[in-house]
């Protein structure tokens, strides 16, 4: 089991300071993410008019939450139809019973599992394992992941915090590769290692990337080819789904499958896209002869009623933390959550708790890359001031904060006194602490701009007081 | 055309230099400049703050202030965005106020943005010399407003200026008002990150068009002991417009 999560720091601002520290660390995510923006930028004129298509998509998504009942109502029919079997947990740890049980009931000994963020979110892997079931981990990234007993920093590409020489000494130690620097090389000795799993695996588990409601279809995307092993070899399929993740049409999957791969890799398509309705039928060459979904809603329906809803358009393409220059800064642990990044920085609080994580709205410089990148706008930034509003409502606001913005408020809506204040901050701060039109040691808070660079004195003369000359002498 | 500047805070108490250049080049190009002297913030730092209520009663004050302005120009793309973007927002549940703000957003332009898109002056009857390299950052909240090249196209319009594109241009300096003091770890290590591609492109002179982001990379680079020059556009458009008509004098 993996402690990883269990040993970070928990305070954020250690986990920031650790994660800038780390050696490497942000100049290869700052790498691995700017392919991935460079390629999305320039793949997506090929939808020809890429804006329109990303607002018909989160028109599709909208329409779709504010139907979520009719519509889900009809994907479960629709899969009971094709002979699936459907099961709902309304928490995490239902989710992680009811999946356990298929096993038990059926003598299940090992899983094989494609990548899944809802299953990260419940940590399934650590509660099957509990129960006594072997789980592997079969996307590579995730499996490295699983064998260092380390945590997924990223939605898409899970293991973007190590370098190649770090994954060489893992599968060195753990199975037994001689050390090699040879991407190939290692992924062949992942594909050796993983083959016998798939082979004997009693069960399979995947996530569910898109739930067509029409059809009752669960869509997922992989490009390892890993997902199609693991939801046809086993004799039970088990795909765990969170309840946003339906869209009425296989016109509207359509829609969206144009984005994603655009938007996570810059690829035209994942090089799989499966589409699984139900267990094998008579005369089918393979297939699960099982086929469950589990639907989870793990305070999504809580979102669903307040005023963050549009997060729950997210369909998990990570191009907003390849676009964040914090994510590129500090990756993807020191976040503390499942989801990092921007859209990590809405949904970890909404779903673990505001006031537990009330750090990540607040620390975004609010530069609104995330939207310019976000293939279904959410309106991200937005909602990270939203936020920071709701925690202040909510007493999580430093009471000297809230005094200064008082005063603030009260000083801006003079003239006088905003004169007044700024020739006091000049004279005294300025006079007293400035050398040659700077501050480089300022008294607390300033402290913490002058700690990381230096502050500029004010003008002599503000514009204010400039205005009368240039009117005289234009 | 008359135009109300809307300075900014920042930009009064800190780089009123630019808003003298503002001034000056709308002037050159014939736009009637006057200056709505009870102005002061737009109340972006309580909104970023989460200081919602107060940010709604500064914002209220500036409605006022530029409610009898036919246009508004304002040299910071961040303070243009506020008033664009959130200005309707914060007050959609209040018809009136949300009709005057509404109002203010469509009658408020960023400098460049001005000059680009509404006044198009004809810049043939200028000769605009500028010598030297530059660099230009990109200010994040040009995002919201629809902005993408539009400075770079004005800078490569100078007669002898060298333009040298900026690695990751587009991307934050780390400023992020409360955040580069809430946050001084993320914000330091991005702005040193800014600094170091600055560097690499070996320029002299550093393009940046919000007082913000001046006052964050500026501040970097004198701590690193980096010398550069950091100028806003309109400083540069000024410069060169005075020279023409210097010439034209000695001529």
């Known amino acids: ?474 | 055309m008359k135009v109300s500047l809307f300075v900014t805070c920042l930009t009064d108490l800190f780089y009123p230099d630019v808003a003298v250049s503002v001034v000056r080049v709308l002037r050159r190009l014939g736009v009637d400049v006057d200056f709505p002297k009870q102005q002061t913030c737009c109340g972006q730092p309580a909104l970023n703050s989460g200081c919602g209520d107060d940010f709604r009663a500064v914002a209220a004050r500036m409605i006022d202030v530029f409610e009898d302005s036919e246009l508004v120009v304002t040299p910071s793309g961040s303070c243009c965005s506020i008033v664009r973007e959130y200005f309707p927002v914060t007050f959609k549940d209040d018809p009136i106020m949300h009709r005057r703000a509404v109002a203010l957003a469509a009658k408020t332009f960023e400098f460049i943005e001005f000059l680009e898109k509404k006044l198009r002056p004809d810049w043939s009857k200028w000769d605009l010399e500028f010598p030297g390299v530059a660099t230009y950052h990109y200010s994040c909240h040009l995002r919201g407003i629809g902005i993408t090249d539009e400075a770079i196209r004005m800078l490569k319009r100078f007669r002898g200026l060298e333009y040298r594109q900026l690695e990751k241009m587009d991307q934050c300096c780390g400023f992020g008002g409360t955040f580069s003091v809430k946050y001084g770890e993320i914000s330091g290590a991005m702005v040193r990150d800014k600094v170091a591609n600055i560097r690499k492109t070996g320029a002299e002179i550093l393009v940046v068009n919000d007082g913000g982001c001046t006052m964050n990379i500026a501040g970097a680079c004198r701590r690193e002991g980096f010398e550069i020059k950091v100028m806003h556009i309109a400083q540069m458009i000024d410069q060169a417009m005075a020279a023409t008509e210097q010439r034209r004098l000695v001529s």
């Open chain 1, 1 to 474: 089991m993996s402690d990883a999560h269990t040993t970070a720091a928990p305070d954020f601002h250690t986990r920031v300071v650790e994660a800038i520290a780390t050696p490497g660390l942000t100049a290869a995510i700052t790498r691995a993410t700017l392919r991935q923006y460079e390629g999305r930028k320039a793949i997506l004129p090929e939808l020809g008019r890429p804006l329109e298509i990303r607002e018909l998509a989160a028109k599709i998504k909208d329409h779709t939450l504010a139907n979520l009942d009719r519509y889900l109502s009809l994907f479960v029919e629709n899969v009971q139809r094709n002979g699936g079997q459907v099961h709902f947990a309304r928490t995490g740890e239902q989710a992680c019973r009811i999946i356990a049980q298929i096993g038990k009931d059926r003598g299940v000994r090992r899983i094989v599992k494609v990548k899944s963020m809802a299953s990260e979110e419940i940590h399934l892997d650590h509660a099957l394992e509990a129960d006594g079931f072997e789980v592997v981990e079969t996307d590579l990234g995730e499996f490295i992941i699983q064998i260092d007993h380390d945590r997924p920093s990223h939605i898409v590409a899970p293991v973007i915090h190590k370098t190649t020489p770090q994954i060489a000494r893992i599968f060195e130690r753990v199975i037994g590769t001689p050390y090699t620097e040879d991407p190939q090389m290692l992924t062949m000795a992942a594909r050796a290692y993983l083959r016998e799993k798939f082979r004997t695996a009693d069960m399979g588990i995947c996530g569910c990337n898109f739930g067509v409601a029409e059809t009752g279809t669960v869509c997922i995307v992989t490009n390892e080819g890993n997902g199609r092993y693991c939801t046809s070899r086993p004799k039970v399929l088990v795909a765990l789904m969170g309840l946003e993740k339906v869209v009425p049409t296989l016109a509207d999957l359509a829609v969206m499958l144009k984005l994603l791969a655009k938007s996570a890799t810059g690829q035209r398509l994942t090089t799989y896209t499966n589409l699984m309705t139900g267990p094998k039928r008579p005369g089918d060459l393979d297939g699960p002869e099982e086929f469950h979904v589990v639907i989870m809603d793990r305070g999504r329906t809580g979102i669903l009623a307040g005023e963050y809803r549009e997060v729950l358009r997210c369909i998990r393409c990570g191009a907003c933390l390849n676009a964040c220059p914090v994510y590129r800064t500090i990756g993807g642990h020191a976040y503390g959550g499942v989801y990092p990044g921007p859209i990590g920085k809405l949904i970890t609080p909404l779903l673990e708790g505001m006031c537990e994580h009330k750090d990540l709205p607040n620390a975004s410089s609010l530069c609104g890359a995330c939207l310019d990148a976000c293939p279904v706008q959410i309106p991200i930034p937005e909602f990270l001031i939203r936020m920071r509003d709701d925690l202040r409502q909510r007493g999580q606001m430093h009471w000297f904060q809230r005094l200064a913005f008082r005063m603030w408020r009260i000083g801006m809506k003079s003239k006088f006194l905003y004169s007044l204040g700024s020739r006091m901050g000049h004279i005294f701060l300025d006079g007293l602490l400035a050398r040659d039109g700077w501050h480089s040691k300022l008294p607390p808070p300033g402290n913490v701009w002058t700690d990381q660079r230096d502050f500029p004195a004010m003008a002599p003369r503000p514009f204010h007081r400039m205005w009368k000359d240039l009117q005289e002498n234009p």
